[in-house]
């Protein structure tokens, strides 16, 4: 499976197709952690999600290969107990989140927790790792980490082939045309797959983009070849505007847009190379001019999550994601690991009616790693009576 970090979002390198088109539309962070605790208590409370028919085992894909399955992520509140509060209600809502290719990363625990407040959920897999996830949820390889808050399980309307580092058929090299990881699937470049969810649901309210892909992420800036530079803009920033671009006629007025950021993107972060760091810069600065254009053209506001590290499968790949962590945890205002379902909710808070008003911003999900200006664990505070956490 191909890897991708949804913080440091990146996919590694795969032999068997070229560096430029390994892309990953793993949900991503490459700093991160499947977290099954975590604030869900929160949002349940906030949301009131009653239960959904247990899975049927039956969500469906675009690829011909794939096999037949209907869900719905639907949730409904209880009509004898009142809801207190301010509660996230996306019931009726239709989210696609383009990026989720295992129960692992960032871009899950957004269709999670988006699932938790009512929403309905649509998926977009990077072709080459689409039957293998398809085949792990049959096989109720997920189910696990599908669980919502209700104890109910998050269920997928259908999932669909993407390949986001092409906007339609005719940018495809022949390669790619003729791969046998491609066979069997079609409709799987950005124009076709927003075309394919036209005609299946007429439109959607939330779009999330989760993935990106450095094939030279662990060389330095200094190392990185012209052609590694620009396929990690292409696959980790221009991406997400191919991706806004073609749905944005489908995006329902008052819709929301969301990708994930790192905070590379304005501080060094030594090892996180490749051009990643200028990717992330441009898909920030990508934010602040899509939320205006978007917003004038169809009142759909566009955000990002800077979020810190997940201990997940992709972020293993380059090898230093403990010691993030570990990092983290020693110099952040909050110290204590990360968890993917507190970058979910925060998604699904930009996604509400709540944040009706706030676009074209970086949020950030990292407790506090952001604001710090030093290292606190360096040896030159060793004799600093520093605060420490109350337990």
């Not at 940018?171 to 927003?194: L, M, Q």
């Amino acid at each position: 499976m191909a890897t991708s970090f949804s913080s440091l979002q990146i996919a590694m390198s795969r032999s068997c197709i070229p560096s430029s088109q390994k892309f990953a539309d793993v949900s991503t962070v490459v700093l991160g952690s499947k977290s099954k605790t975590g604030s869900w208590n929160k949002l349940v409370s906030a949301c009131h999600v009653a239960s959904v028919q247990p899975f049927q085992r039956s969500f469906t894909s675009s690829s011909a290969k794939s096999v037949k399955i209907v869900t719905k992520a639907t949730s409904e509140s209880n009509e004898t107990s009142p809801i207190s509060g301010l509660p996230i209600n996306l019931k009726g809502k239709r989210a696609f989140i383009a990026g989720v290719a295992d129960d692992n990363g960032y871009g899950w625990a957004i269709a999670k927790s988006l699932a938790a407040a009512g929403a309905e959920i649509l998926l977009g897999t990077w072709v080459p790792a689409l039957n293998i996830f398809e085949s792990s949820l049959r096989r109720g390889k997920f189910d696990e980490s599908r669980v919502l808050p209700d104890g109910s399980l998050m269920e997928i309307t259908k999932v669909y082939p993407l390949d986001a580092v092409f906007d339609n058929y005719e940018d495809v090299p022949e390669d790619i045309k003729t791969n046998k990881r491609y066979a069997g699937s079609s409709k799987w470049t950005v124009k076709e797959v927003a075309e394919s969810v036209k005609e299946d649901f007429g439109s959607i309210d939330i779009l999330v983009h989760s993935l990106a892909n450095g094939p030279e992420v662990t060389k330095p800036l200094l190392e990185t070849s012209r052609n590694g530079y620009l396929a990690a803009l292409s696959a980790s920033s221009y991406s997400y505007v191919s991706l806004l671009k073609h749905f944005l006629p489908i995006l329902n007025p008052g819709g929301s847009s969301l990708s994930l950021t790192y905070i590379a993107s304005e501080r060094i972060i030594p090892g996180y190379g490749g051009g990643m760091s200028s990717a992330k810069a441009a898909l920030e600065s990508d934010t602040r001019v899509l939320a205006f254009e978007a917003g004038r053209k169809r009142k759909i506001r566009v955000n990002t999550i800077s979020a810190g590290p997940l201990r997940s499968r992709a972020a293993k790949a380059i090898g230093f994601i403990e010691k993030m962590i570990d990092y983290s945890i020693a110099n952040a205002p909050l110290q204590k690991e990360l968890s993917a379902e507190e970058v979910g909710n925060a998604a699904a808070f930009l996604s509400s009616p709540l944040a009706s008003a706030i676009t074209g911003t970086v949020l950030y999900v990292d407790n506090g790693l952001n604001a710090m200006g030093v290292g606190v664990d360096s040896p030159i505070f060793k004799d600093l009576d520093l605060p420490k956490e109350q337990h």
